[in-house]
């Protein structure tokens, strides 16, 4: 007569497929926050992009400087932070005609047609997505 139960072998085999499987969905689960990060760094440059061509068209220029929202506080009352701040952080460059903003993609770097420098990086780490005036 058998026992109607499980063997120690098929309750390894089972665990083993359970642990699989979640490390599996761990794993995707990281690669889509980081995605969701790299989606709002890209919304607040732009954000603060829009508010920048703002002041832009009103004042006639564009802050200079590293200081954000420097005169252009109107349109921008508090300047959006990184998602993982303080680790990572914004960057901005500019001058009356021109600017560059920065940011650290977690996903990887972004190539744009922006050559200006932040002025340093975005955080403790290098900056990778640069954004500058149209």
Do not use: W
Not at 70 to 97: E, I, K
């Amino acid at each position: 007569m058998r026992n109607k139960g499980f063997t120690l072998i098929e309750l390894l085999v089972a665990m083993t497929i359970a642990a699989v499987l979640m490390g599996i969905t761990l794993v995707s689960y990281q690669g889509a926050r980081k995605s969701a990060r790299d989606g709002k760094r890209k919304a607040d440059l732009e954000q603060i992009r829009s508010a920048l061509e703002m002041c832009r068209a009103d004042t006639g220029s564009y802050p200079v400087g590293d200081d954000l929202p420097g005169t252009c506080s109107t349109y921008l009352p508090s300047v959006p932070s990184d998602p993982l701040s303080p680790t990572y952080q914004y960057r901005y460059h500019g001058s009356a005609n021109s600017y560059t903003l920065c940011a650290y993609l977690e996903t990887g770097a972004v190539t744009t047609n922006c050559t200006g420098n932040c002025g340093g990086n975005c955080g403790s780490v290098d900056c990778n997505y640069k954004t500058c005036n149209p």
